[in-house]
């Protein structure tokens, strides 16, 4: 039913807490009455009075839903009969909800006889109620009462909501913070300051200062220096040494403010903390990482192990150009003064102007070799490996042309070859049956599904081969997903169903199998510490939906195949990330479009553009193509700073940039992508049947791919002479080895590491015996 003054525009108020000065929009009001009557009529013609917009709902689950749409501010229940509805229930049922917790609740109560000893409050309060209304249908006194509740508990709670925002700028701010009472009780510490300090905050909130480890590197009388000042309500700076949880000293720049409240009484301190950097070399590489935007690391070998495959400088060429040499000094590029002069500069561009400015001073054979350093990075692919040598091996190249290319091959001339559209058929299902219970075959599997060695065969088997539906309910409900999006559990119910039923169950690898094993494997990983301590909730349930919905509607076919025969999804996307783009669009298309299925109908704009972008880019980051940029990324910015951290380099600072929102988002790339092609770190029996699964949709590709006269983009793939042990050698060599060690480096994956070692010892055994058998002379 429309609000009375539905047509009526109704200005916004503006609110002020502290220096926040706020915009509070029409109050909404929920009137919750089986039936018409004079009280709900008072209560209607009161709202608009007042100017609040109004909804009435006659049952408690309309009561329910029209609630979790809009989020009123008052809720009005009719406790005055139990006939239609049990209003204690109703009330509980929506307390039960996250946005109730803004919300007052009334309860009407009917008017009692004189006869009779007024009625406890206790019990409304108990299920929630905040207050009690004696029936009475006089608009005035209905308005009276709004008026009341809007100016005090609304306004209020109001105020409490606007705080968010200051506790989401704490929690993401870079510096740490930590909030105590006047008695110096640790009440919240942000979480730059557990990074620092090395503990979480559960080990700290509730705890005295004094309980604390204190370094011995402060003179003795500088807590009492400090304390005098801050109980005096002055505020105090300087230089304090620190004790973290690991035992080590480190030297922070401290601000202490006292907080005036009520009184002119001392409330809370607050404390900002940076770690000071006073030794020359500090100066020396913080003043590095100022002058080159902290971007100028491109190594492309791995963190920890040398890079398997075979790289050259051609010193040769660089020596023998000696002869040329002292026209070098003289020989500089023209467009430099103007790079220089450059208001906005990129990266790369502050890396050459290093390099340039280091070549003045260098000896001839350095300022050579840096050229020819220089020319490398004027290429515009700098992470993509340079291919395509004699001594290549066939099953390397085959995978690279194959997964890392747009797939345009020449077939003669200039003449690029396409046939007709390959369409894609999409299984849109009626809206299936709410599954109320999980039958015990399948809740007892997944009982096993926070362990790595979880089978997800068999849940494909006991499940008919709907493994998503289930293991996602799940894993969802470890990670309180419902509960962040303010979703119920029904409607998460759907949009798995809808999601899963756009999986292709005829393909060989691509099916909804692999979406749920990439799923197992991203929760995994977000279960570890250091992942865990990395990102936020948001994060999490951003990448948890990015690997249920990453490769929806795969067609069993590579965007090379795709590319190379026209399709409608390569001309869509201009053949760029063909698929990566098509799943991610497919996936908020499907989810949108129905309000049963629509998990992000309950959330805000803003926590909606930024959960839709992070799903985005983690979808995205699963195209091959910008594999080894994602993976040295990752190593530069998180792995080579940790590593500074732990080997105990002279710097006490914080590895740069760690945990910035930017490398946050490596992370989740770089989780995504491990979870991605995570079979080979499975244990063997799983690895075994996953490069069966995948060999046969290549398999298939090749096949249609000669029937159509197509460019063949994997020719090893040929289920006739294909060598499976070759192909996984070679995969796990090229593609997965350096990516592993980085996250293991990061991540802590002993388990995954061991089993990736006996998988590749299995494949080499294979592979041996089978050139062993081919080697050896015939019978005859």
């Known amino acids: 039913m429309d609000p009375p003054n539905a047509g009526q525009q109704v200005s916004s108020a503006e609110v002020r807490i502290g220096p926040m000065r706020l915009t509070q929009d029409p109050i909404q009001v929920l009137l919750i009455f089986a039936k018409e009557d004079s009280q709900s009529d008072g209560f209607w013609w009161a709202c608009d009075r007042a100017g609040y917009s109004c909804n009435i709902a006659r049952t408690p689950e309309s009561a329910l839903e029209c609630f979790l749409d809009k989020h009123h501010e008052i809720i009005v229940i009719d406790h005055r009969q139990t006939r239609n509805f049990d209003a204690e229930a109703v009330c509980r049922s929506i307390r039960a909800t996250n946005p109730s917790e803004h919300a007052v609740i009334l309860a009407v109560v009917s008017q009692t006889s004189s006869n009779y000893e007024e009625a406890s409050v206790l019990p409304l309060l108990h299920a929630g109620f905040n207050r009690r209304f004696m029936e009475n249908s006089s608009i005035i006194a209905c308005y009276n009462e709004l008026i009341q509740i809007e100016h005090g508990e609304v306004l209020s709670q109001f105020k409490l909501r606007a705080c968010n925002s200051v506790f989401t700028a704490l929690d993401h701010c870079h510096e740490a913070i930590e ?64 004790r973290r949880k690991s035992g080590d000293s480190i030297q922070q720049h401290v601000k202490i403010t006292p907080v005036i409240g009520q009184g002119g009484k001392i409330r809370h301190f607050v404390s900002l903390k940076k770690l000071c950097c006073t030794t020359d070399k500090n100066k020396q590489i913080l003043k590095i990482h100022r002058d080159s935007g902290d971007n100028s690391q491109t190594e492309s070998h791995s963190f920890r192990y040398k890079n398997r495959r075979k790289e050259s400088v051609d010193v040769k060429s660089i020596s023998s150009r000696g002869s040329d040499a002292p026209s070098l000094q003289n020989r500089r590029y023209p467009s430099m003064a103007r790079i220089h002069s450059m208001t906005i500069e990129a990266p790369i561009t502050k890396v050459i102007n290093i390099i340039n400015a280091a070549q003045e001073n260098s000896p001839v054979t350095v300022a050579e070799a840096l050229d020819r ?210 799943h991610t669009a497919l996936a908020f298309q499907l989810t949108v479009k129905d309000s049963k299925c629509n998990i992000f109908k309950n959330i805000d704009r803003n926590h909606y553009r930024t959960l839709r972008q992070a799903i985005i880019d983690m979808v995205l980051a699963t195209e091959m193509t910008k594999h080894f940029e994602h993976v040295n990324k990752f190593v530069n910015s998180i792995n080579k700073p940790m590593a500074a951290e732990i080997d105990g380099s002279d710097c006490e600072c914080s590895p740069p940039g760690k945990n910035f929102p930017e490398n946050q988002t490596l992370i989740k790339r770089m989780m995504i992508k491990c979870a991605d092609v995570a079979n080979p770190c499975r244990p063997l029996d799983l690895c075994i049947e996953w490069a069966g699964r995948i060999s046969e949709e290549y398999f298939a590709q090749t096949d249609e791919e000669k029937r159509q006269g197509l460019p063949v983009v994997m020719p090893v793939f040929d289920r006739n002479t294909c060598s499976i042990p070759k192909s996984q050698i070679s995969f796990i060599d090229y593609f997965i080895t350096d990516m592993f060690d980085a996250w293991d480096a ?6 995954l590491m061991q089993h990736l070692a006996d998988n590749y010892k299995h494949w080499k055994t294979l592979d041996d015996l089978k050139c062993k058998s081919l080697r050896l002379p015939s019978d005859s």
Not at 206 to 235: F, H, V
Not at 461 to 484: D, I, M, N, Q, W
Request: aromatic share 8%; charged share 20%.
């Open 373 to 582: 350093v220089l020319e490398i990075l004027r290429t515009t692919e700098l992470y993509s490996p340079q291919l395509g040598t004699k001594d290549e091996d066939p099953h390397t190249s085959d995978l690279v042309g194959g997964l890392m290319t747009d797939g345009l091959r020449r077939l003669s001339g200039n003449e690029y070859v396409f046939t007709k559209n390959v369409h894609q058929s999409h299984s849109h299902l009626a809206m299936p049956v709410t599954i109320n219970d999980v039958p015990p075959s399948i809740a007892q599997l997944l009982d096993n599904e926070e362990s790595w060695e979880f089978n997800i065969f068999e849940l494909e088997a006991v499940t008919h081969k709907r493994p998503l539906v289930y293991l996602g309910l799940k894993v969802f409900s470890r990670f309180g997903v419902c509960e962040f999006l303010h979703c119920s559990e029904t409607t998460l119910r759907a949009w798995l169903q809808v999601i899963e039923a756009n999986y292709h169950s005829s393909n060989a690898y691509h099916n909804s199998t692999h979406a749920a094993d990439v799923l197992h494997a991203t929760a995994f990983f977000l279960g570890k510490e250091r992942v865990k301590g990395s990102l936020d909730q948001l994060d999490e349930v951003a990448a948890l939906i990015a690997a249920t919905v990453h490769d929806v509607d795969h067609p069993g076919r590579t965007n090379s195949f795709l590319c190379n025969a026209g399709s409608e999804l390569a001309v869509l996307y201009n053949d760029t990330a063909v698929l990566e783009s098509h």
């Open 179 to 242: 909030i105590t009472s006047d008695d110096h009780v640790i009440q919240y510490v942000n979480p730059a300051f557990e990074r620092m300090m090395g503990y979480h905050k559960g080990e700290l909130l509730g705890k005295e200062l004094a309980e604390l480890p204190k370094s011995d590197k402060n003179r003795a009388d500088l807590l009492d220096t400090i304390n005098t000042c801050i109980k005096k309500g002055k505020e105090w700076q300087g230089v304090y040494y620190a």
């Open 746 to 751: 990061f991540a802590h994956l002993p388990t």
